[in-house]
């Protein structure tokens, strides 16, 4: 079992920079792919960026260039930098770990999710 606490969400204005941060428990957090998801009102979850154990990381085309995931093994934290936020990027992001099994089987685990409001 992974618990998993995000924080760092607000209220920032176009163009302006927010971090997100996703602390996780409970279990070996260098097995575990960790992943920013975000949700905007009225939409689907969306995958936002990832990480591999080995900092491999993967970006949504509508964030490359402007967001940056990245991880602290020793603190069993993710980071998700975010700049030049536009209107567009407001949702509540999620911070997630993933993990295949040998057998094959995965395990997924979500935190409670952040707001993230991008207005004037």
């Known amino acids: 079992q992974v618990q998993i606490v995000e924080s760092g969400g607000g209220l920032v204005q176009p163009g302006g920079s927010l971090r997100l941060s996703c602390e996780a428990s409970?279990?070996?957090?260098?097995?575990?792919?960790m992943g920013w998801y975000r949700q905007a009102l009225g939409k689907q979850r969306e995958l936002v960026a990832a990480i591999t154990s080995s900092d491999i990381t993967d970006y949504a085309d509508f964030v490359k260039g402007r967001f940056a995931i990245s991880r602290d093994n020793a603190k069993n934290t993710v980071y998700l930098q975010m700049n030049s936020l536009k209107p567009e990027d407001t949702a509540v992001y999620y911070c997630?770990?993933?993990?295949?099994?040998?057998?094959?089987?995965?395990?997924?685990?979500w935190g409670q999710g952040a707001q993230v409001t991008v207005s004037s």
């Open positions: 997630n770990a993933h993990r295949t099994r040998l057998n094959g089987s995965t395990l997924d685990y």
């Open positions: 409970g279990s070996i957090f260098s097995m575990y792919v």
